[in-house]
Nanobody, 120 residues
Framework: QVQLVESGGGLMQPGGSLRLSCAASGRISSTYALGWYRQAPGKQREWVAVIIGGGTTNYQDSVKGRFTISRDNAKNTVYLQMNSLKPEDTAVYYC??????????????WGQGTQVTVSS
C-alpha cells in the first residue's frame, strides 16, 4: 500500500510562489507516474501536472510556464513549484501516484490534499 502526504500549502498573495511537497511511503519505484490534481470550490477536480519515470513532464495549459513538477526518487518525493500564482489557482491540491507509469483517468493512489489560497 502506498501512502502520500502533502505539505507546503498555505495563503499567498497573487504573484507569489509556493512549493508543494509530497512524500510517498510504502513500495514505490522510480517507474511510478507521479502528479498533482486540484479541486477549487464548486468545481470538479482537475489534473494539473504529471512526471513519469523517465522524467518527462506535462502540464495543464493554465499552469504551463508557471508551475514546475519534479521528483526525487531517492527521497520518494514529488514537488510542485508554483510561481506567479493567481487567485484562480486557489484549490485543494492532491498528490497522486500510479504504478502503471501513467496517471490514466483515475490515478491509483491519492494524498489527503493541501489547501492553497491565493488572495490579497
Amino acid at each position: 500500500q502506498v501512502q502520500l502526504v502533502e505539505s507546503g500549502g498555505g495563503l499567498m498573495q497573487p504573484g507569489g510562489s509556493l512549493r508543494l511537497s509530497c512524500a510517498a511511503s510504502g513500495r514505490i519505484s522510480s517507474t511510478y507516474a507521479l502528479g498533482w490534481y486540484r479541486q477549487a470550490p464548486g468545481k470538479q477536480r482537475e489534473w494539473v501536472a504529471v512526471i513519469i519515470g523517465g522524467g518527462t513532464t506535462n502540464y495543464q495549459d493554465s499552469v504551463k510556464g508557471r508551475f514546475t513538477i519534479s521528483r526525487d526518487n531517492a527521497k520518494n518525493t514529488v514537488y510542485l513549484q508554483m510561481n506567479s500564482l493567481k487567485p484562480e489557482d486557489t484549490a485543494v491540491y492532491y498528490c497522486v501516484a500510479d504504478p502503471r507509469g501513467f496517471l490514466g483517468l483515475v490515478p491509483r493512489y491519492w494524498g489527503q490534499g493541501t489547501q492553497v489560497t491565493v488572495s490579497s
